[in-house]
């Protein structure tokens, strides 16, 4: 199968493991090994940042061990083991992530299991369990930029599963949860180093994405050198680790007005309140230096929440110009209260 013309970077590839995976079928009692081309596009995609589920048919718990001791758990960041559809165990896997359906694909020896998939889930692409070793050089699973937070993806994912079952033990309630992460966010203007990674979020983030723009190192570059735009990121911490960098916003100044032509935020962190976090942040930095907060905003069919969020931060619609929403903060109002359960770095708290 080949991606349709326009279709997102594959962000997460989900595996059926019988015949799939491995050389068998672990309830009937074998003792399957990997397939050579399996492991090796395991590995490269990882390299990429492209991360890996498995949907299988079987006993979750025998499915489990099995992968353990293959040493092949911890290439997966959710495991979806049982007997109903694999459709299902690929939107549960895809929740869980915090990913767009449209961003997964899904491997499987079986053609039945691959059409009750593309029937249910028409925007997830689907392939045959031969085509595993060619998987690496099918355009959908080259991303535009291999970086160092691509590659450590795997394990920033598998931490924010620790941070999800701890807030399932949590008994106390969300905002309490929140309160004890101890969340730091730190807002910093871009450097070099950055600009890969910043690149790669225009790519890849769609939800909470306030025009869609994308930006390529060089427009970056150039925009975070000129004294008329702000190229501002921001990076997540707590106290199970760190999230890398999980935002950005590219401002222009214009005249006595701080015009946000794009912010963006990682999904993976939607369920923190960063975007509120950040938002508010970049509005009092405005207004700390005499402008008035501005943002430019293109509804999509994903970034409505986005929409909201900006809302309750302060902004109001106050027009439309060519294919934009125009969102302005009105600086003698009073400001909706920031986010109490996050510490912001970055010179305005």
């Avoid at 975007?275 to 008035?292: K, N, T």
């Avoid at 809302?311 to 209260?337: I, M, N, Q, S």
């Avoid at 996050?342 to 010179?347: A, H, P, S």
Wanted: aromatic share 6%.
């Amino acid at each position: 199968m080949t991606a349709a013309a326009g279709a997102p970077t594959v962000k997460c590839l989900v595996w059926d493991l019988d015949d799939t995976l491995w050389d068998g079928v672990v309830l009937e009692g074998d003792d399957p090994v990997p397939f050579r081309p399996a492991l090796e596009t395991l590995a490269e995609l990882d390299r990429r940042g492209i991360l890996h589920a498995a949907a299988g048919r079987g006993e979750h718990l025998v499915s489990q061990l099995h992968l353990t001791q293959r040493r092949l758990a911890d290439w997966f960041c959710a495991t979806e083991v049982g007997w109903g559809a694999k459709s299902a165990a690929v939107r549960r896997i895809a929740k869980a992530l915090n990913i767009g359906l449209d961003t997964i694909a899904f491997v499987d020896n079986d053609p039945v299991e691959r059409a009750e998939v593309a029937s249910e889930l028409p925007m997830v692409r689907c392939y045959a369990a031969a085509e595993v070793g060619q998987l690496p050089e099918y355009q959908e699973f080259q991303p535009e930029h291999i970086t160092a937070e691509a590659t450590g993806r795997r394990r920033l994912y598998r931490a924010e599963w620790q941070r999800q079952k701890a807030e399932e033990e949590f008994t106390e309630g969300r905002q309490a949860f929140l309160d004890s992460l101890d969340l730091v966010m730190e807002v910093r203007p871009a450097t070099e180093e950055d600009l890969s990674r910043a690149s790669e979020l225009t790519v890849r983030t769609h939800q909470l994405n306030s025009t869609g723009l994308t930006y390529d190192i060089d427009e970056l570059r150039r925009l975070s050198s000129a004294p008329d735009h702000q190229v501002l990121l921001a990076t997540l911490r707590d106290r199970f680790g760190d999230y890398g960098i999980i935002g950005l916003a590219v401002t222009a100044l214009v005249g006595r007005d701080s015009v946000l032509r794009l912010m963006l935020m990682s999904c993976r962190v939607a369920s923190r309140g960063a975007g509120s976090v950040l938002l508010h942040h970049l509005i009092q930095q405005a207004l700390a230096a005499g402008r008035r907060p501005v943002a430019h905003f293109i509804p999509t069919e994903v970034n409505r929440n986005l929409l909201v969020t900006m809302c309750f931060a302060g902004y109001e619609t106050t027009g439309t110009d060519e294919d934009h929403l125009v969102l302005t903060v009105d600086p003698e109002r009073p400001l909706p209260k920031a986010p109490g359960h996050t510490r912001v770095l970055g010179g305005v708290a």
